[in-house]
């Protein structure tokens, strides 16, 4: 959590699967993806802790590009795609690029935080 929290500005601790709840009276939340948003990753048996990553690029209104640290174990991966295949495309479950060109499981998604923009 601490490389989302540095490349986001979004001072949230805790375990990724804390992270949509803590966002609730602090920060923005919502279901379309923006550059420097955090998707926030529900916690699932293999996934127990949740996960969090970063939006760097939003190429289609179904796929974005993210970074994000500990998806492959102790490391930092960046520019993974990420497709949403939700059925009314609203990104609450997504595959996630695990190898270049290679999708993987499917993931459910709490959506997306927002940093703060101060005028």
Request: no cysteine; hydrophobic share 35%; aromatic share 10%.
């Amino acid at each position: 959590m601490p490389y989302a929290r540095n490349l986001s500005g979004i001072e949230i601790r805790g375990n990724a699967k804390d992270w949509w709840g803590k966002a609730r009276t602090t920060f923005e939340r919502g279901t379309e993806p923006v550059v420097g948003a955090v998707m926030s990753f529900r916690a699932t048996r293999g996934m127990p802790l949740g996960h969090v990553a970063v939006v760097s690029d939003v190429v289609t209104d179904r796929e974005v590009v993210v970074n994000h640290a500990n998806w492959h174990r102790n490391k930092v991966s960046l520019k993974m795609g990420v497709k949403d295949v939700s059925k009314n495309n609203d990104w609450t479950l997504v595959r996630v690029e695990s190898q270049p060109g290679r999708y993987g499981s499917f993931y459910p998604v709490n959506g997306f935080i927002y940093p703060n923009v101060d005028g």
